[in-house]
């Protein structure tokens, strides 16, 4: 027991507390758990309930778009599929929600393969007008179909994720800890344990070259759509649990764009990035919101916050964070301090002029 502390002591010395990028990230993660012992106010932890929620569903466009390369415009899909199909399994069939949110991850899968066969044979700019027509055609066979969906009104009566507000806090930010880890996991380059993150590096760089390598390119892009559309729904599961309709706007567009802006502003194919581009923007509108500040200048207000990053940290503000407090050694490739001049492992000297 002692040699298993005495190991773990070391590890979080190692691995966290000497990089400060994971110390931030270890001491928000603690932050967040202990929230409802600060405030306990429904509409306070209902926020953060959605921000966790709308987490994931930024970390799950990064992985497509980030990692692999497959700019998905209409990403939304994932996210209204899984919110209808919690809402006809839960009100229609009496499915629990512990039941309803795997099996509308399971049939976001599904929806990305129908999604991905036909669009993976197009590139670039092509690939993504083909994604941004599927949620357009689902928003329309909703409303032709409206005595079994609700047509504009949507589906309403669905099961809450718990019986209080904090509970429901505690679900999502468990549901979404676990999701990022796995998605890190997944598309992690330097992963022993998984190894497709490198494959869908080569992808995004040069996918001619992987192909000429011997890699079916096809069959892990078709992947990534899969495990991409698989978080999609599973935020849009918790979503229509949290707050209790599936609707058309589940499906819109500016909810595709919005996970665009937020993984923009976090810094791209870092999966961390949407973390920090969600918990600043989207509480950050509702703040605007309660304070009555009309939704012209809400809109404004982020175009402005979004110039600015684009203009002075253009690869997000987790980078931009990230290259201030961290330097990698030229020789090891470790994370140290900024503040150190040799390298903690190999004792390379990590400032040369």
């Known amino acids: 027991m002692s040699g298993y502390l005495f190991w773990l002591t070391r ?58 390369g497959q700019v998905n415009l209409g990403h939304a899909l994932f996210f209204g599929i899984a919110a209808y199909t919690v809402a006809f399994l839960n009100v229609h069939l009496g499915f629990p929600p512990w039941a309803t949110i795997p099996l509308g991850g399971l049939i976001s899968v599904l929806g990305g393969f129908i999604v991905g066969f036909p669009a993976l044979r197009l590139r670039g700019i092509y690939l993504s007008l083909v994604t941004l027509g599927f949620p357009i055609i689902l928003t329309g066979l909703i409303l032709v179909f409206g005595a079994y969906t609700g047509g504009e009104l949507g589906i309403s009566g669905i099961a809450s994720l718990s019986g209080s507000s904090v509970k429901s806090y505690y679900i999502a930010m468990g549901v979404m800890v676990v999701s990022l880890f796995v998605m890190y996991k997944f598309t992690d380059a330097e992963s022993k344990i998984i190894r497709i993150g490198v494959i869908l590096h080569a992808i995004r760089e040069d996918e001619i070259t992987a192909r000429s390598s011997g890699i079916n390119t096809t069959n892990y892009k078709l992947l990534a759509f899969a495990v991409s559309g698989f978080f999609g729904g599973i935020a849009g599961s918790l979503y229509a649990h949290s707050i209790r309709v599936a609707g058309p706007s589940t499906l819109d567009l500016f909810l595709s764009f919005q996970a665009i802006l937020w993984t923009v502003f976090g810094g791209m194919r870092t999966i961390y990035g949407p973390v920090v581009g969600v918990f600043f923007l989207y509480p950050l509108t509702e703040f605007l919101r309660i304070y009555e500040i009309g939704e012209h200048l809400r809109f404004i207000a982020m175009a402005v916050v979004m110039i600015f990053i684009l203009l002075y940290m253009p690869e997000g503000l987790t980078i931009w964070v990230r290259d201030k407090m961290e330097v990698i050694c030229p020789r090891c490739k470790l994370a140290n301090m900024m503040i150190r001049r040799s390298c903690r492992a190999c004792g390379a000297p990590l400032h040369l002029k």
């Open 11 to 68: 590890w979080v010395k190692g691995e966290i507390i000497a990089i400060p990028g994971r110390l931030l990230a270890a001491v928000f993660l603690l932050f967040l758990f202990l929230v409802p012992g600060v405030s306990s106010h429904p509409y306070f932890l209902d926020t953060l309930t959605l921000t966790a929620i709308f987490t994931i569903y930024a970390a799950s466009w990064d992985v497509l778009a980030g990692f692999t």
